[in-house]
């Protein structure tokens, strides 16, 4: 079994301002970790992942992950947040063999505040 | 790009009516999957696929059901809509292994009066 927890289910933040959202995971093997974004009005799509190697991720729009197996976290930070930023996050975690099932935490909304 | 699409994007429809959401992918994945979306909610899973002629129960018990006679297609039917149905449903594809990308299509917004 496997679970995700994301404490934060609102974080407003200033533009230009730094942000971490949290993610918490249990799984009772390993696992793979994702970050997906969903913008309004539209799906869900990958914003980073981390499948094994650097514990740190980093994304294309400048959000990085880092992957704390201690804790069993996936924090997702920025050090500057923009306008467009503004969006749900969502933390989710696979069981490594093939045939697991992804499953989302409950999402944390991003408020950038201009 | 994403090339996972879902029909119709709003739906508002009275109780008792059958209805069939759409969800088609032209990448060729082999998994495939219904969730439901609530507000403040996680994103739970009512259907899976691993290919054609496969489908799978999620953690959430659903009264739909699904199909998939062909890789593309997985449609969601509701036999009698209730209002308790009213939800967002997303559909996503992926290849097969739990290091894969889900893609998503862009939901079904589902009202029922």
């Known amino acids: 079994a496997q679970s995700v927890t994301q404490l934060d289910s609102q974080v407003p933040v200033f533009e230009e301002a730094p942000v971490e959202l949290r993610c918490n995971y249990s799984s009772s093997v390993s696992v793979y970790l994702f970050w997906y974004v969903q913008y309004p009005n539209q799906g869900l799509q990958l914003l980073l992942k981390?499948?094994?190697?650097?514990?740190l991720v980093e994304s294309i729009n400048g959000f990085e992950a880092e992957f704390n197996k201690s804790q069993t976290s996936f924090h997702l930070r920025k050090p500057s947040v923009h306008i467009s930023d503004t969006a749900e996050y969502f933390c989710a975690v696979s069981g490594i063999e093939g045939y697991q099932k992804v499953t989302f935490g409950t999402g944390t909304k991003l408020q950038v505040i201009p | 790009e994403a090339d996972i699409y879902q029909t119709p994007r709003y739906l508002v429809i009275g109780t008792g009516k059958k209805i069939t959401l759409e969800c088609s992918q032209t990448m060729g994945h082999d998994k495939m999957y219904w969730y439901q979306q609530d507000p403040g909610m996680e994103l739970h899973l009512i259907h899976y696929s691993y290919g054609v002629n496969s489908t799978e129960k999620g953690d959430l018990s659903s009264e739909s059901t699904v199909s998939r006679i062909r890789t593309e297609h997985f449609p969601l039917t509701l036999e009698s809509a209730r209002p308790s149905h009213t939800s967002q449903y997303l559909c996503?594809?992926?290849?097969?292994?739990?290091?894969?990308?889900?893609?998503f299509g862009q939901g079904t917004r589902l009202t029922v009066v």
């Open positions: 996503a594809s992926s290849e097969l292994g739990g290091h894969t990308e889900a893609f």
């Open positions: 981390y499948l094994s190697g650097s514990t």
